[in-house]
């Protein structure tokens, strides 16, 4: 009997993994996959995801695989460029943006130094309940075995097709369209830190990750069908016509790796939590990639949820679904804000004129430019923005 089983490894449910088995509950991780493996991924993780780091522990972890740290941003749009860095989240001020198989494995032996037992290569095929309905358990096959296990709590955090939540019918309580397809490419001799370059119906990024630097393309979603036709073709003009300077860089460069992409960046929140399951990471949250805000998202999701329910998992099942009903609503409230901001960025509109003018003012200060830069991390809000310098320079 476990007093917790995650289902997915990756950085939502190792995360997850750790908070618990750290607290000293018996946690046991599942996953199809065996690690070290790749997944589609922005790779960026925000401050706010990287003060999370540093808080378990693991921050020089990452630092001693050989992880640039991004300590520069720089943000074009309509011939208006900011530069600088945010004020940064507990002392951190660089991001990161490490290879997802480079970073999953780590966080997953995190997780088993911390005491979970890990099987991978497991497919989870169905839930057990009680008498009352309620999920006390997986079944599933593991190198083609039957097996079955039970926990007082079974999280899914396996991705935006989640499996766990499917088999539990989490209902979207938030939903909108796909907003854009996103490609991306490796290229080794091309310096950059973090670049972003946005014009109407195109957003284009750079960002240095392990041995090499990341390009980003991101196209209407109304285009997926033309873009992907001809990926190689549409990605680099995307670049030349969005990012010039990037673009004859480039000419200097040497890509590595395939391209990759999709047209599947769906926009929900589903149900969080029922009795005896609760999801975190892309399994009850998913949003447009544009904003690269699912790592530090997945962080935040694995903190809440350990927090509410570390001390609600002695077998009191009215307690512990109090415990992930307020799991629910933090979740929900902490993340809403980001998925608005993520929104308006995806559609890939036409600049206001006021926000053009006010870009314009935010580039003539410093500080203002910090606060900017941490809005995009997810470190602020429009509200810290509005100081009274900004208002002098409107």
Known sequence: MFDVIVVGARVAGSATALMLARAGHRVLVLDRASFPSDTLSTHLI??????????WGLLDDLRRTGCPPLEHVAYEVAGIRLEGCGRGVDGQHAAYAPRRHI????????AARAGAEVRQGCRVTGLAHDDTGRVVGVEGTHGGTPFRARAHLVVGADGMRSTV????????????????CAYYSYWQGLPAGLELHEAPGRWVAAVATHDATLVLTYFPQSRFEEVRADAEHHHLRQVRDTAPDLYERLGAATRVERLRGTGDQQNYFRRAAGPGWALVGDAGHHKDSITAR??????????????????????DPAALDRALAAYGDDRDAALLPGYEATLAVGRLDEQHPQRLALLRAIRQDPELTSIYFDMVAGAATMTDLYTPRLLTLL
Request: hydrophobic letters at 50%.
């Open 46 to 55: 925000h401050q706010p995801g990287i003060a999370a780091l540093a808080r």
């Open 103 to 110: 970073l999953d494995h780590l966080m997953l032996e995190a």
């Open 165 to 180: 939540a499917g088999l539990v019918g989490a209902p979207l309580t938030v939903h909108h369209p796909r907003l854009t």
């Open 294 to 315: 699912g790592i530090s998202d997945a962080f935040l999701q694995a903190e809440l949820l350990a927090r509410h329910v570390t001390a609600r998992l002695d077998g």
